[in-house]
């Protein structure tokens, strides 16, 4: 009687492992399923979302093509205006020593580097000065530099006073760029 007792017993415990794990297996689907059925519209969210860039990177796309011409012919109006290289040394010293003198400043040194920027028809030109004034010249000389009808990148600017007890005289040194057109 032992022995059946122990047998009943281990089916009875296998029937009730097999019927936890069919239990188990249907909450799993019923999960799924219940999920799967939130997906569609979670989806279609997404979607719709990827929709909207994808149809403004359209819009902003042709927008950039209506405005190309335009744009190339604010390219060549800003290359046709760069001066030749070959007249880069008097040209830029002839303009920065006029804007200094309208500012009542004078150049103490200009130093001149240049590069050739390959595929692009074009020379850099580093440029390294210091000019001597007082505070309101100085301020002056960068506005005229502002308005010049040569394009320059002030990469830096370092503004230092000179001299002591006397009149404000300050020296700022500048390091810029400009460039010329290169023969093609």
Excluded: C
């Excluded at 030109?125 to 000019?131: E, F």
């Excluded at 990469?155 to 500048?174: D, T, Y």
Aim: glycine letters at 4%; a neutral charge.
């Amino acid at each position: 009687m032992d022995r059946s007792f122990s047998v009943k017993r281990q089916l009875i415990l296998i029937g009730l492992g097999l019927l936890l794990a069919a239990d188990l297996a249907l909450a799993a689907y019923s999960w799924q399923s219940s999920t799967a059925l939130r997906t569609p519209m979670a989806q279609l969210k997404e979607d719709s979302h990827k929709l909207d860039l994808l149809n403004s990177d359209i819009e902003r796309a042709e927008r950039i093509r209506h405005d190309l011409p335009a744009t190339v012919a604010d390219y060549d109006r800003f290359d046709a205006s760069l001066l030749p290289a070959s007249t880069a040394d008097s040209a830029v010293t002839a303009e920065l020593d006029e804007l200094a003198r309208k500012s009542g400043l004078r150049i103490e040194s200009l130093n001149f580097r240049y590069k050739e920027l390959p595929g692009r028809n074009l020379t850099q030109l580093d440029l390294d000065t210091a000019v001597d004034g007082d505070y309101a010249n100085i301020v002056k000389f960068m506005n005229n530099l502002q308005r010049s009808h040569n394009f320059y990148v002030v990469e830096s600017l370092n503004l230092q006073a000179q001299g002591q007890g006397g009149p404000a005289v300050m020296r700022i040194g500048l390091k810029m760029k400009t460039y010329f057109r290169t023969a093609a």
